[in-house]
């Protein structure tokens, strides 16, 4: 299941988020624990699950709920969560820390000291911007960024999700039309640190960026927009976050 901000379960944890940041921790709790109620699929369930884990107020609770979290990441394993193993892994060290079980908290440190930063993913991968661009031609790192107008970015990003891509697009500087282009990294790439096991555990986003070009290899003209009101939304996120971009 790819990642989609418009679920209920997501949206559920996104307003429990919300009253988090506002200083109300037993009512965002409330809402993760409905949240985990109401999902049903694995992916719903790792996502829910990692919110009520972090409200429990016992490390014994906290453990069986992390105990969850990695369960529902091993049934799932694919590229949105494999880079939050190490995140659930050490979590579960400090839990096991806690509790005086020094030999679990050891291995479960080994375990997430054995993953590699590398993503596995294999694509197809996709850009999102208002360029108008045409097969062969490569996209390069030193661009501008969208979010922050005096900051040229090191890198070049993109998706393994075409409708991320299209929400990029939507996003971008420019007067152009819309454009999401299929392409192919000639190089190394990383799991984008900016969202990587931020609001949401592992790579939810699928979100990738290279030093290295991006070849464009074809376009994609179908794909799921955002409504005005969402893309209304997402750029008054954007105005308002005051963290600071991983360049």
């Given at each position: 299941?790819?990642?989609?901000?418009?679920?209920?379960?997501?949206?559920?944890?996104?307003?429990?988020?919300?009253?988090?940041?506002?200083?109300?921790?037993?009512?965002?709790?409330?809402?993760?624990?409905?949240?985990?109620?109401?999902?049903?699929?694995?992916?719903?369930?790792?996502?829910?699950?990692?919110?009520?884990?972090?409200?429990?107020?016992?490390?014994?609770?906290?453990?069986?709920?992390?105990?969850?979290?990695?369960?529902?990441?091993?049934?799932?394993?694919?590229?949105?969560?494999?880079?939050?193993?190490?995140?659930?892994?050490?979590?579960?060290?400090?839990?096991?820390?806690?509790?005086?079980?020094?030999?679990?908290?050891?291995?479960?440190?080994?375990?997430?000291?054995?993953?590699?930063?590398?993503?596995?993913?294999?694509?197809?991968?996709?850009?999102?911007?208002?360029?108008?661009?045409?097969?062969?031609?490569?996209?390069?790192?030193?661009?501008?960024?969208?979010?922050?107008?005096?900051?040229?970015?090191?890198?070049?990003?993109?998706?393994?999700?075409?409708?991320?891509?299209?929400?990029?697009?939507?996003?971008?500087?420019?007067?152009?039309?819309?454009?999401?282009?299929?392409?192919?990294?000639?190089?190394?790439?990383?799991?984008?640190?900016n969202v990587t096991n931020k609001k949401f555990p592992g790579n939810m986003t699928q979100s990738y960026r290279s030093t290295e070009p991006l070849k464009i290899v074809g376009e994609i003209t179908d794909w799921v927009g955002q409504t005005s009101g969402e893309l209304r939304q997402w750029r008054e996120k954007l105005e308002n976050n005051k963290g600071q971009i991983i360049n």
């Amino acid at each position: 299941m790819a990642f989609d901000p418009t679920n209920t379960i997501v949206k559920l944890c996104i307003q429990g988020m919300a009253l988090e940041g506002k200083g109300q921790p037993e009512e965002a709790a409330e809402v993760f624990l409905r949240a985990w109620n109401e999902a049903t699929l694995d992916f719903e369930k790792f996502i829910a699950a990692h919110y009520v884990s972090r409200h429990q107020k016992h490390v014994a609770d906290r453990l069986k709920w992390k105990e969850t979290v990695l369960q529902m990441a091993l049934n799932i394993n694919d590229d949105s969560v494999k880079s939050a193993f190490p995140l659930i892994y050490s979590d579960l060290a400090k839990c096991c820390e806690e509790l005086g079980d020094h030999a679990a908290a050891q291995k479960h440190r080994q375990t997430a000291a054995s993953y590699t930063d590398e993503p596995s993913c294999t694509g197809p991968f996709y850009h999102g911007t208002k360029a108008d661009l045409k097969v062969g031609d490569f996209l390069t790192a030193g661009s501008k960024s969208n979010y922050e107008a005096d900051l040229v970015m090191n890198h070049i990003y993109f998706t393994a999700l075409v409708n991320g891509a299209g929400l990029a697009a939507a996003l971008a500087k420019g007067a152009g039309r819309e454009r999401v282009y299929i392409v192919e990294p000639t190089g190394r790439f990383e799991n984008d640190p900016n969202v990587t096991n931020k609001k949401f555990p592992g790579n939810m986003t699928q979100s990738y960026r290279s030093t290295e070009p991006l070849k464009i290899v074809g376009e994609i003209t179908d794909w799921v927009g955002q409504t005005s009101g969402e893309l209304r939304q997402w750029r008054e996120k954007l105005e308002n976050n005051k963290g600071q971009i991983i360049n």
